[in-house]
């Protein structure tokens, strides 16, 4: 069992068009940016990527949207980004907008071999329509179904040569639900270590849900707000 | 004189309780966080995957692995935890998270709330605010009583696509304190020089008046 690569190109060397992508992370945070710039760098087109946000026009998947590699979005919120916003509007990329909620429980359900789930979240909702509703202890529910991806991409703090990994703070985010959900996971980590080294307790994602791991190098971790407060002398 | 914003989020902060656990909204509802008043202890909920938000840091403290669902750089409190995003809107849809405050751009008399689209114009996303407001035990709607052109927010009915249904309970304006109940919006209290009669000329929705309404103590 060797789950090592050498660097992004490796890990993403047999995403082809068409692919049907889990990307991990929150706005700018926990991104998988070196297996997003290898994507960028392959030009791979048509994808679909399954990811909360967009990016920002120069970061994250951003920079896929900008060279239309994709050509379907299912996301939660994608206000930070002009390009996606102008794109949608011209009809040019398809995309599922869908609760936040709903988007971590599909890839959770997937990770957990369960076809699909009910949510309250969407009910009378345009969210709702063509969906299942089903009514249960006095409130009514939605019928939403496990994505099905062909890879998972995340990324973690800290990983071991078996593919278990541990994230770091609120970069953890969707990265552990998406892990779980794709045909093939990809995990990037800024600390690749010897199995052993890591403490089993303190695992988030098990290595049997990961195919693939290295570790990246000069991560540029994007701040998307920078908001500070000012010391009191 | 109409609220300020940053009066709307201390009027709001009164509805706190002690052992509260919020969430707050981006916006007017976040400022909530800087008036929260002595002796009550509330955690707050970061949906992106944090319990125990704590404020901003100091300048060269950043830390890009720790933002809140605004995407802000933020820090933690003693006692707070992280978690992945089933399990954020998991405590959210068990109905653990006390009070959600947020903003909107229409709430109707029957409770209901569009704030995600404006078709054909503004696509930004739903985010979590339609798992918040489908779950939450208790909501707040924070925003200005009026839009930017004068139309009143408080409507029959809502004409932007819905973000949920029957869910709001309290709406805190730049005017007004009003209780969602199932006869219309029930006035509450008046912001200070604010009369009654400019509530009703601003409030396109069924308006239920009984009795003196206070002005907002500050």
Redesign the interface.
Known sequence: MNKVVADANEAIHDIQDGAILMLGGFGLCGIPEKCIAALVAKGVMQLTCISNNAGIDDFGVGLMLRQKQVKKMISSYVGENAEFERQLLSGELEVELIPQGTLATRCMAAGYGMPAVYTPAGVGTEVAEGKEVRHFNGKDYLLEYAFQADFAIVKAWKGDTDGNLIYKETARNFNPLMAMAGKTTIAEVEELVPAGKLDPDAIHTPGIYVHRIFQGTGYEKRIEQKTVRKKHP | MALTKEQIAQRIARELKDGFYVNLGIGIPTLVANYIPEGINVVLQ?????LGMG????????????????????TTVPGSA?????M??GM??AGKVDLTVLGAMEVSEEG?IANWKIP?K??????????LV??AKNIIVAMMHSNPKGESKLLPRCTL?????KCVKKIITDMAVLDVTDKGFKLLERAPGVSVDDIKARTSGKLIIEGDIPEIQF
Request: hydrophobic share 40%.
């Open positions: 970061s949906e992106n995957g944090l404020p901003f840091p100091f300048e060269g403290e950043e830390d890009p692995d720790l933002i809140n669902a605004g995407k802000q750089t933020i992280f978690f992945d995003s089933a954020s809107f959210i849809r209901d054909g503004m696509v930004k996303g739903m985010g979590g605010a339609m798992d489908a779950s696509p819905l973000t949920g249904v």
